[in-house]
């Protein structure tokens, strides 16, 4: 298929990228670069420079692009940032993503693969989370994720547009050419590696008396390479569908640091601090919709095995991609 990947410089954007060109797929990528980097664009790919809040230059896009679909990706994501900026989260997250459908709507491009998130689902009623639970967001990150996949309906409804939406918590790992490189890094275990590096003193532990077997939060991490060919079975659906996505188990924060140590074989010094509002002591995904349907599964269950593959990277790109 021909494809256009907004966001495609980004950390997980880059290796669904670098997996759809190895599965021999045509892919062009528009991203504007200010979270993303160019050096993890894929050189195979045609890169396309340009902003979503841009109506025209998407459009250009579209045209230069004639995808067969899309997959979008491009989006803010920092949670603690959503609560103090939340005009940038539905300018760049709604509006943004409208004017990417109106340039699809145009072209008469009919499939389409969104990057969504189960914070959607906010503090849940249960765990694992399973599609069937309510969806109700505590920040605008999570809110602007919800109203796009709202909007993804109704363009559904009257233009015919098809479309899956993926929602995951906690994204890790590396492939051996792309790895995990935010400007603002908030995500657990690129953290802790820095403090393997030496880049940094200490991890923080955000609350240590949850209701968890070792008192500090629990999550879901999925190995990017997973999430990856998620999105490649999601092109193939013929009706428009949401998937959670996740290994169906749950690492508590000071096991992802010991796990470090043990891959790292460096001692890692953690500060414990109060709880972060918010935080619930819990998050878990249920996939067995996607499984059931698409055939996916997780081949990188053990934590293990994803620090291993986002430590390797570390290693190799000490500074991350340098620009």
Known sequence: MKLLVTGGAGYIGSICVEKLLNAGHQVAVFDNLTEGHRSAIDPRAVFLRGDLQ??????????????????????NALVGESMQNPAKYFRNNVAAGVNLLDAMV??????FVFSSTCAT???????????????????????????FEKVLRWFDEIHGLRYVALRYFNAAGASERFGEDHRIE?????????VALGQRESVSIFGTDYETPDGTCIRDYIHILDLAHAHMLALNVERSAQYNLGTGGGTSVREIVSTCERVTGKKIPVREEARRSGDPARLIAASEKIQRELGWKPEFQAIDKIIESAWAWH???????GD
């Open 315 to 321: 290693v190799r790109h000490p500074h991350g991609y």
């Open 54 to 75: 841009v109506a025209d230059e998407i459009e250009l896009a579209m045209e230069q692009a004639a995808p067969d679909a899309v997959m979008h990706f491009a989006a």
């Open 186 to 194: 908030s995500h657990l275990i690129p953290n802790v590696l820095k």
């Open 106 to 111: 145009k072209k008469g491009v009919k499939r």
């Open 121 to 147: 689902f906010g503090i849940p009623e249960r765990v694992p989370i399973d599609e069937t639970l309510p969806q109700r967001p505590i920040n605008p990150y999570g809110e602007s994720k919800l109203m």
